[in-house]
Protein backbone atom coordinates (compact mmCIF):
# COMPACT_ATOMS: atom_id res chain seq x y z
CA UNK A 1 0.00 0.00 0.00
CA UNK A 2 1.45 3.43 -1.01
CA UNK A 3 2.33 5.40 2.19
CA UNK A 4 -0.06 8.87 3.31
CA UNK A 5 1.53 12.00 2.82
CA UNK A 6 1.67 13.81 5.54
CA UNK A 7 0.34 17.53 5.44
CA UNK A 8 2.89 19.40 4.11
CA UNK A 9 3.45 23.29 5.49
CA UNK A 10 5.82 25.91 3.87
CA UNK A 11 7.59 26.72 6.55
CA UNK A 12 8.12 22.92 7.42
CA UNK A 13 9.04 21.72 4.00
CA UNK A 14 11.64 24.63 3.66
CA UNK A 15 12.85 23.99 6.96
CA UNK A 16 12.77 28.12 7.61
CA UNK A 17 13.36 27.54 11.12
CA UNK A 18 16.65 26.19 10.62
CA UNK A 19 17.50 28.89 7.81
CA UNK A 20 15.95 32.07 9.61
CA UNK A 21 17.40 30.98 13.11
CA UNK A 22 21.03 30.62 11.21
CA UNK A 23 22.24 34.21 11.38
CA UNK A 24 24.52 34.96 14.68
CA UNK A 25 25.73 38.37 14.90
CA UNK A 26 29.24 38.28 16.53
CA UNK A 27 29.00 42.01 16.65
CA UNK A 28 26.14 41.25 19.40
CA UNK A 29 27.98 38.21 20.74
CA UNK A 30 30.64 40.44 22.01
CA UNK A 31 28.25 43.26 22.95
CA UNK A 32 29.16 45.51 20.18
CA UNK A 33 26.15 45.80 17.68
CA UNK A 34 26.81 46.17 13.92
CA UNK A 35 23.53 46.97 11.92
CA UNK A 36 25.17 45.88 8.58
CA UNK A 37 26.56 42.67 10.15
CA UNK A 38 23.13 41.16 9.20
CA UNK A 39 23.42 41.89 5.46
CA UNK A 40 26.84 40.70 5.30
CA UNK A 41 25.82 37.32 6.70
CA UNK A 42 22.73 37.06 4.94
CA UNK A 43 24.57 37.97 1.38
CA UNK A 44 27.45 35.14 1.86
CA UNK A 45 24.48 32.22 2.62
CA UNK A 46 22.52 33.44 -0.08
CA UNK A 47 25.82 32.83 -2.14
CA UNK A 48 26.65 28.85 -0.54
CA UNK A 49 22.65 28.08 -1.38
CA UNK A 50 23.20 29.51 -5.20
CA UNK A 51 26.78 27.50 -5.00
CA UNK A 52 24.74 24.28 -4.21
CA UNK A 53 22.37 24.99 -7.13
CA UNK A 54 25.04 25.56 -9.77
CA UNK A 55 26.93 22.45 -8.29
CA UNK A 56 23.79 20.40 -8.51
CA UNK A 57 23.04 21.63 -12.01
CA UNK A 58 27.22 20.91 -13.10
CA UNK A 59 26.91 17.25 -11.31
CA UNK A 60 23.71 15.96 -13.54
CA UNK A 61 25.50 17.56 -16.98
CA UNK A 62 28.39 15.68 -16.17
CA UNK A 63 26.89 12.69 -15.67
CA UNK A 64 25.17 12.90 -19.41
CA UNK A 65 29.15 13.62 -20.47
CA UNK A 66 30.37 10.63 -18.74
CA UNK A 67 29.70 7.68 -20.93
CA UNK A 68 31.40 7.16 -24.70
CA UNK A 69 28.44 7.70 -26.39
CA UNK A 70 26.23 10.69 -25.44
CA UNK A 71 22.25 10.61 -26.04
CA UNK A 72 21.95 13.62 -28.31
CA UNK A 73 18.25 13.93 -26.66
CA UNK A 74 20.50 15.02 -23.99
CA UNK A 75 21.80 18.12 -25.43
CA UNK A 76 19.47 19.91 -25.07
CA UNK A 77 18.54 19.08 -21.13
CA UNK A 78 22.29 20.32 -20.90
CA UNK A 79 21.83 22.94 -22.64
CA UNK A 80 18.89 24.47 -20.64
CA UNK A 81 20.68 23.30 -17.16
CA UNK A 82 23.51 25.55 -18.59
CA UNK A 83 21.40 27.83 -19.17
CA UNK A 84 20.12 28.00 -15.50
CA UNK A 85 23.62 28.22 -13.84
CA UNK A 86 24.46 31.66 -16.21
CA UNK A 87 20.85 32.93 -14.95
CA UNK A 88 22.40 32.11 -11.27
CA UNK A 89 25.58 33.64 -11.79
CA UNK A 90 23.97 36.84 -13.09
CA UNK A 91 21.96 37.10 -9.93
CA UNK A 92 25.71 36.15 -7.69
CA UNK A 93 27.35 39.53 -9.72
CA UNK A 94 23.94 41.31 -9.10
CA UNK A 95 23.99 40.78 -5.27
CA UNK A 96 27.51 42.51 -5.09
CA UNK A 97 25.37 45.63 -5.60
CA UNK A 98 23.10 45.19 -2.48
CA UNK A 99 26.25 44.41 -0.55
CA UNK A 100 27.88 47.56 -1.70
CA UNK A 101 24.74 49.57 0.15
CA UNK A 102 27.11 48.73 3.30
CA UNK A 103 29.89 51.84 3.16
CA UNK A 104 32.96 50.83 4.21
CA UNK A 105 32.63 52.81 7.75
CA UNK A 106 29.68 49.96 8.23
CA UNK A 107 31.65 47.41 7.24
CA UNK A 108 34.48 48.53 9.86
CA UNK A 109 32.07 48.39 12.30
CA UNK A 110 32.37 44.34 12.43
CA UNK A 111 35.33 43.39 10.49
CA UNK A 112 38.01 43.03 12.98
CA UNK A 113 35.52 40.38 14.37
CA UNK A 114 35.89 37.90 11.45
CA UNK A 115 39.78 37.16 11.48
CA UNK A 116 40.69 34.34 10.24
CA UNK A 117 37.59 33.72 8.06
CA UNK A 118 37.42 34.90 4.79
CA UNK A 119 35.18 33.97 1.29
CA UNK A 120 38.40 31.75 0.45
CA UNK A 121 36.85 29.10 2.71
CA UNK A 122 33.75 28.37 0.50
CA UNK A 123 34.71 24.74 0.16
CA UNK A 124 31.81 25.08 -2.45
CA UNK A 125 33.48 27.41 -4.91
CA UNK A 126 36.65 25.64 -4.68
CA UNK A 127 34.54 22.17 -5.70
CA UNK A 128 32.84 24.65 -8.33
CA UNK A 129 36.26 25.81 -9.56
CA UNK A 130 37.64 22.02 -9.81
CA UNK A 131 34.36 20.15 -11.46
CA UNK A 132 34.61 23.23 -14.26
CA UNK A 133 37.89 22.45 -14.94
CA UNK A 134 40.36 24.55 -13.27
CA UNK A 135 43.95 22.71 -12.86
CA UNK A 136 45.96 23.33 -9.58
CA UNK A 137 49.00 24.59 -11.47
CA UNK A 138 47.36 26.83 -12.97
CA UNK A 139 46.36 28.21 -9.62
CA UNK A 140 47.17 31.56 -7.68
CA UNK A 141 48.74 30.83 -4.50
CA UNK A 142 46.52 32.40 -1.58
CA UNK A 143 49.45 33.37 0.76
CA UNK A 144 51.76 31.90 -0.56
CA UNK A 145 50.41 28.11 -0.32
CA UNK A 146 48.48 25.43 -1.89
CA UNK A 147 44.64 26.73 -1.78
CA UNK A 148 43.38 23.20 0.15
CA UNK A 149 46.21 23.36 3.34
CA UNK A 150 43.49 26.10 4.27
CA UNK A 151 40.57 23.94 4.80
CA UNK A 152 39.96 20.89 7.71
CA UNK A 153 41.38 17.67 7.15
CA UNK A 154 38.27 16.16 5.83
CA UNK A 155 37.38 19.19 3.43
CA UNK A 156 41.24 18.51 2.04
CA UNK A 157 40.56 14.95 0.96
CA UNK A 158 37.14 15.50 -0.61
CA UNK A 159 38.78 18.50 -2.59
CA UNK A 160 42.20 16.50 -3.32
CA UNK A 161 40.05 13.09 -3.90
CA UNK A 162 37.86 15.78 -6.38
CA UNK A 163 41.12 16.76 -8.18
CA UNK A 164 41.08 13.23 -9.53
CA UNK A 165 37.57 13.13 -10.82
CA UNK A 166 36.61 13.51 -15.09
CA UNK A 167 35.41 17.52 -15.25
CA UNK A 168 33.51 19.51 -17.55
CA UNK A 169 36.37 20.89 -19.59
CA UNK A 170 37.87 16.98 -19.82
CA UNK A 171 34.71 15.29 -20.40
CA UNK A 172 33.58 18.17 -23.38
CA UNK A 173 36.71 18.07 -24.97
CA UNK A 174 36.77 14.21 -25.50
CA UNK A 175 32.50 14.71 -26.38
CA UNK A 176 34.50 17.38 -29.18
CA UNK A 177 37.06 14.25 -29.93
CA UNK A 178 34.03 12.16 -30.85
CA UNK A 179 32.07 13.92 -32.75
CA UNK A 180 31.59 12.98 -36.62
CA UNK A 181 31.67 16.31 -38.34
CA UNK A 182 35.29 15.74 -39.19
CA UNK A 183 35.29 12.45 -40.75
CA UNK A 184 32.14 12.34 -43.13
CA UNK A 185 33.01 11.52 -46.16
CA UNK A 186 33.54 13.57 -49.12
CA UNK A 187 34.95 16.81 -47.41
CA UNK A 188 38.88 17.05 -45.85
CA UNK A 189 37.27 19.72 -43.29
CA UNK A 190 40.99 21.54 -42.68
CA UNK A 191 42.54 21.57 -46.45
CA UNK A 192 38.61 23.45 -47.25
CA UNK A 193 39.15 25.58 -44.57
CA UNK A 194 42.67 26.09 -45.35
CA UNK A 195 42.67 27.57 -49.14
CA UNK A 196 39.35 29.73 -47.44
CA UNK A 197 41.75 31.19 -45.01
CA UNK A 198 44.63 31.57 -47.81
CA UNK A 199 42.28 33.50 -50.27
CA UNK A 200 40.73 35.92 -47.11
CA UNK A 201 44.07 36.80 -45.73
CA UNK A 202 45.85 37.17 -49.35
CA UNK A 203 42.32 39.47 -49.99
CA UNK A 204 43.06 41.66 -46.90
CA UNK A 205 46.87 41.74 -47.49
CA UNK A 206 46.06 43.22 -51.28
CA UNK A 207 43.96 45.65 -49.68
CA UNK A 208 46.17 47.41 -47.50
CA UNK A 209 49.05 47.01 -49.97
CA UNK A 210 46.23 49.24 -52.87
CA UNK A 211 45.42 51.75 -49.96
CA UNK A 212 46.53 55.34 -49.56
CA UNK A 213 47.96 54.77 -46.54
CA UNK A 214 51.32 56.17 -45.87
CA UNK A 215 54.28 54.30 -46.12
CA UNK A 216 54.77 54.01 -41.83
CA UNK A 217 51.12 53.57 -41.30
CA UNK A 218 50.91 50.62 -44.40
CA UNK A 219 53.85 49.04 -42.60
CA UNK A 220 52.15 48.72 -39.64
CA UNK A 221 48.90 47.45 -40.77
CA UNK A 222 51.00 44.42 -43.11
CA UNK A 223 52.83 43.68 -39.53
CA UNK A 224 49.58 43.31 -37.85
CA UNK A 225 48.69 41.40 -40.78
CA UNK A 226 52.11 39.08 -40.37
CA UNK A 227 50.86 38.28 -36.74
CA UNK A 228 47.16 37.63 -37.78
CA UNK A 229 48.79 34.82 -40.31
CA UNK A 230 50.76 33.34 -37.67
CA UNK A 231 47.41 32.69 -35.57
CA UNK A 232 45.98 31.00 -38.26
CA UNK A 233 49.14 29.07 -38.89
CA UNK A 234 49.44 27.71 -35.27
CA UNK A 235 45.37 26.24 -35.78
CA UNK A 236 46.42 24.63 -39.62
CA UNK A 237 49.34 23.34 -38.27
CA UNK A 238 48.66 20.15 -35.52
CA UNK A 239 52.58 20.32 -34.37
CA UNK A 240 52.34 24.27 -33.44
CA UNK A 241 48.79 23.85 -31.86
CA UNK A 242 50.49 20.45 -29.95
CA UNK A 243 53.48 23.33 -29.02
CA UNK A 244 51.13 25.57 -27.61
CA UNK A 245 49.99 22.84 -25.52
CA UNK A 246 53.44 22.04 -24.03
CA UNK A 247 53.74 25.49 -24.00
CA UNK A 248 50.91 26.13 -21.53
CA UNK A 249 49.38 28.29 -23.88
CA UNK A 250 46.51 26.10 -24.80
CA UNK A 251 44.83 23.23 -23.57
CA UNK A 252 42.15 22.17 -25.37
CA UNK A 253 43.74 19.02 -27.86
CA UNK A 254 44.38 19.53 -31.43
CA UNK A 255 40.91 17.04 -32.74
CA UNK A 256 38.70 18.37 -30.09
CA UNK A 257 39.51 22.56 -30.97
CA UNK A 258 39.06 21.81 -34.50
CA UNK A 259 35.60 19.99 -34.06
CA UNK A 260 34.89 23.46 -31.93
CA UNK A 261 35.86 25.14 -34.66
CA UNK A 262 33.73 23.05 -37.17
CA UNK A 263 30.80 24.16 -34.90
CA UNK A 264 31.09 27.61 -34.83
CA UNK A 265 31.75 27.97 -38.82
CA UNK A 266 28.84 25.94 -39.55
CA UNK A 267 26.37 26.62 -36.77
CA UNK A 268 23.36 27.46 -39.33
CA UNK A 269 23.62 24.00 -40.22
CA UNK A 270 19.99 22.51 -37.88
CA UNK A 271 22.16 19.51 -36.62
CA UNK A 272 24.67 21.81 -35.01
CA UNK A 273 22.19 24.52 -33.30
CA UNK A 274 22.21 22.68 -29.70
CA UNK A 275 26.41 21.89 -29.93
CA UNK A 276 26.74 25.71 -30.97
CA UNK A 277 24.55 26.49 -28.10
CA UNK A 278 26.11 24.42 -25.35
CA UNK A 279 29.38 25.65 -26.26
CA UNK A 280 27.90 28.96 -25.93
CA UNK A 281 26.87 28.78 -22.39
CA UNK A 282 29.94 27.00 -21.09
CA UNK A 283 31.39 30.14 -22.55
CA UNK A 284 28.73 32.40 -20.79
CA UNK A 285 29.54 29.93 -17.77
CA UNK A 286 33.38 31.36 -17.91
CA UNK A 287 32.76 34.72 -19.01
CA UNK A 288 30.04 35.45 -15.73
CA UNK A 289 32.49 33.91 -13.43
CA UNK A 290 35.65 35.99 -14.53
CA UNK A 291 33.10 39.33 -13.83
CA UNK A 292 31.87 37.82 -10.48
CA UNK A 293 35.37 37.52 -9.44
CA UNK A 294 36.40 41.28 -10.61
CA UNK A 295 33.06 42.89 -9.45
CA UNK A 296 34.38 41.18 -6.31
CA UNK A 297 37.56 42.31 -6.25
CA UNK A 298 36.17 45.91 -7.21
CA UNK A 299 33.77 45.80 -4.00
CA UNK A 300 36.59 44.76 -1.74
CA UNK A 301 38.65 47.59 -3.16
CA UNK A 302 35.93 50.00 -2.17
CA UNK A 303 35.58 48.40 1.07
CA UNK A 304 39.16 47.92 2.76
CA UNK A 305 41.32 49.21 0.10
CA UNK A 306 45.09 47.48 -0.01
CA UNK A 307 44.36 46.35 3.16
CA UNK A 308 44.99 42.67 3.95
CA UNK A 309 42.32 40.46 3.69
CA UNK A 310 41.04 38.85 6.70
CA UNK A 311 42.10 35.57 5.62
CA UNK A 312 45.60 36.73 5.58
CA UNK A 313 45.44 37.22 1.75
CA UNK A 314 47.00 40.14 -0.09
CA UNK A 315 42.70 41.36 -0.62
CA UNK A 316 42.46 42.91 -3.32
CA UNK A 317 45.46 41.87 -5.38
CA UNK A 318 44.97 38.02 -5.10
CA UNK A 319 41.25 38.94 -6.19
CA UNK A 320 41.95 40.52 -9.27
CA UNK A 321 44.40 38.11 -10.33
CA UNK A 322 42.17 35.03 -10.18
CA UNK A 323 40.12 36.95 -11.78
CA UNK A 324 42.42 37.19 -15.08
CA UNK A 325 43.74 34.02 -14.30
CA UNK A 326 41.57 31.40 -13.55
CA UNK A 327 39.81 30.65 -16.73
CA UNK A 328 38.99 27.43 -17.54
CA UNK A 329 37.81 27.40 -20.95
CA UNK A 330 40.14 30.36 -22.69
CA UNK A 331 40.61 28.04 -25.92
CA UNK A 332 36.90 28.49 -26.64
CA UNK A 333 37.17 31.89 -26.17
CA UNK A 334 40.18 32.05 -28.72
CA UNK A 335 38.15 30.35 -31.51
CA UNK A 336 37.10 33.56 -32.78
CA UNK A 337 40.06 34.53 -33.90
CA UNK A 338 39.99 31.88 -36.77
CA UNK A 339 36.54 32.56 -37.74
CA UNK A 340 36.12 34.00 -41.09
CA UNK A 341 32.94 35.34 -42.72
CA UNK A 342 30.28 33.24 -43.92
CA UNK A 343 30.78 34.51 -47.53
CA UNK A 344 34.27 32.75 -47.22
CA UNK A 345 33.45 29.35 -45.61
CA UNK A 346 33.85 26.56 -48.16
CA UNK A 347 30.85 24.92 -49.28
CA UNK A 348 29.61 21.57 -47.65
CA UNK A 349 29.06 18.82 -49.90
CA UNK A 350 25.39 18.35 -50.95
CA UNK A 351 25.28 14.79 -49.08
CA UNK A 352 27.25 16.40 -46.03
CA UNK A 353 24.57 19.04 -45.69
CA UNK A 354 21.80 16.81 -45.92
CA UNK A 355 23.00 15.16 -43.23
CA UNK A 356 23.32 18.14 -41.09
CA UNK A 357 19.90 19.22 -41.88
CA UNK A 358 16.08 18.06 -40.80
CA UNK A 359 15.56 16.47 -44.15
CA UNK A 360 12.80 14.53 -44.99
CA UNK A 361 10.92 13.66 -48.44
CA UNK A 362 7.24 13.12 -49.02
CA UNK A 363 6.48 9.24 -50.52
CA UNK A 364 4.50 9.77 -53.54
CA UNK A 365 6.31 13.06 -54.89
Known sequence: MKKQQEPVSYGGYLQLDKILSSQDLKSDELNAHAHDEMLFIVIHQTYELWFKQILFELDSVKVMFQ??????RNIGIAVSRLQRIVEIEKVLIDQIRILETMTPLDFL?????????????SYQFRELEIKLGLKTDKRIKYSQQAYHVLYPEEIQERLLDLEKQPTLFGLLESWLERTPFLELTGFNFIDAYRKAVDKMLAGERAVIENSNLDADDKLGRLQLMSASEKHFDSMLDE?????????????????????????????DQPILHLPYRLLSEILD????????????????????????GTGGSAGYGYLKSTAES??????????????IPRSDLPDLPEKMEKSLSFYFTQQGK
Open 285 to 308: IDELLSTWRYRHALMVLRMIGRKT
Open 67 to 72: NDYVDE
Open 326 to 339: HRVFADLFNLSTFL
Open 109 to 121: DFRNFLTPASGFQ
Open 239 to 267: DKHNQLIREGRRRLSYKATLAALFINLYR
